[in-house]
């Protein structure tokens, strides 16, 4: 059974930082591109960053350009991070990790959950003082 789950989520204060990760079982994220989302009650799940197959294919919402990377680990079927640096309250939400097997231009598709195969349970992300 394919299955994502993440992982470092916490509470953190303002302009601090905290590292996320998203580990597969039961297929593998070497194949996929992988998107980090989140979500606050009330909103829509809104994408925050992307990393493709290839090298150099990574893409940020302009909310979080700067302060947050993703990347993915070393080895086969290597977990993705999400970096996230200077933290602001703004930041607080659940945050997912999904998988697409994209076929399509990735750059235009990254945003919408409608590409993603397979979806984490989420991790809560609280930045407050």
């Known amino acids: 059974q394919a299955q994502l789950a993440e992982s470092g989520g916490g509470l953190v204060q303002p302009g601090g930082s905290l590292r996320l990760s998203c580990a597969a079982s039961?297929?593998?994220?070497?194949?996929?591109?992988i998107g980090w989302f989140r979500q606050v009650p009330g909103k829509e799940r809104e994408g925050v960053a992307c990393?493709?197959?290839?090298?150099?294919?990574?893409?940020y919402a302009d909310s979080v350009k700067g302060r947050f990377a993703i990347s993915r680990g070393n080895g086969h079927n290597a977990a993705v991070y999400l970096q996230m640096n200077s933290l602001e309250p703004e930041d607080t939400a659940v945050y997912f990790c999904?998988?697409?097997?994209?076929?399509?231009?990735?750059?235009?598709?990254?945003?919408?959950?409608?590409?993603?195969?397979?979806w984490g349970q989420g991790t809560q992300v609280t930045v407050s003082s």
């Open positions: 999904a998988a697409a097997y994209v076929s399509g231009e990735l750059s235009k598709l990254w945003t919408s959950t409608r590409s993603y195969d397979y």
């Open positions: 039961g297929f593998t994220l070497d194949y996929y591109a």
């Open positions: 990393i493709g197959t290839w090298a150099g294919a990574e893409f």
